[in-house]
């Protein structure tokens, strides 16, 4: 099974691929927290996208690209994955697709976590406090908004149109937002 989630910054992408791969045994990609764990280690990579981050922008597409191709043959083997943060432009999106197919695989689910802007920025003040992000604070944040209305929102039509987009109710706990994934995934 290889399920994207999607959804604005701050939806709980993270929160809920976490849930799925200690649940399932999935591999998490997650597009953020690599670019993350480059910038902590101080790689040639890390350097070149900090201030990306902190602006709240989209590091290149040949890159995020990279990173994902460099994992799915872990994902492979772990019988799936889930996509978090990824793909963000229809460029990404069209990528992956080339990349599944070559490798006789597909994506199977797109979840889309639907939330509203004023619980993602409350949810933006919470783990600025909880993690100390670079990218968590207000201005930032509608800076990702933008960026996400402009280059991300496109990819609901693209996977409308596969139809494997299900629409998943964000604005709840946790576990109900959980208990809406599972009912999408029919497990
Ligand atoms: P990401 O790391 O993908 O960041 P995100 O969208 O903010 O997080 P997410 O939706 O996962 O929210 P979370 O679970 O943490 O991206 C960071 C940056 O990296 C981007 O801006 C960009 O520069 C770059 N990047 C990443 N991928 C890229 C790509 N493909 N292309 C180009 N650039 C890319 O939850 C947020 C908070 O809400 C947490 O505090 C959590 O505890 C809380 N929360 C979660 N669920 C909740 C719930 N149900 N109720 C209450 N609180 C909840």
């Known amino acids: 099974m290889n399920v994207i989630l999607f959804g604005p910054p701050n939806a709980g992408k993270g929160t809920q691929a976490k849930r799925l791969v200690?649940?399932?045994g999935w591999v998490h990609l997650s597009t953020g927290d690599m670019l993350r764990a480059a910038r902590a280690a101080g790689t040639e990579l890390g350097?070149?996208?900090?201030?990306?981050i902190d602006r709240g922008d989209l590091v290149s597409?040949?890159?995020?690209?990279?990173?994902?191709?460099e994992r799915l043959p872990e994902a492979e083997k772990a019988g799936g994955a889930v996509f978090d943060g990824f793909p963000r432009t229809i460029a990404q999106a069209r990528a992956l697709d080339r990349l599944m197919e070559s490798r006789g695989s597909q994506i199977d689910k797109v979840?889309?976590?639907?939330?509203?802007?004023e619980e993602l920025t409350r949810r933006v003040e919470k783990r600025a406090r909880e993690e100390g992000r670079t990218d968590d604070t207000v201005e930032v944040f509608k800076n990702r908004l933008d960026t996400y209305e402009a280059e991300t929102k496109p990819l609901i039509p693209y996977y409308a149109g596969q139809e494997k987009l299900v629409n998943v109710d964000g604005m709840g706990s946790v576990d109900e937002v959980a208990?809406?994934?599972d009912k999408?995934?029919?497990r």
Request: charged share 30%.
């Open 22 to 24: 200690s649940e399932y």
């Open 184 to 186: 999408a995934l029919g």
């Open 179 to 181: 208990a809406g994934i």
């Open 47 to 52: 350097k070149q996208v900090a201030a990306i």
């Open 111 to 117: 979840i889309r976590l639907k939330v509203d802007r």
């Open 61 to 69: 597409d040949e890159i995020v690209i990279a990173l994902i191709e």
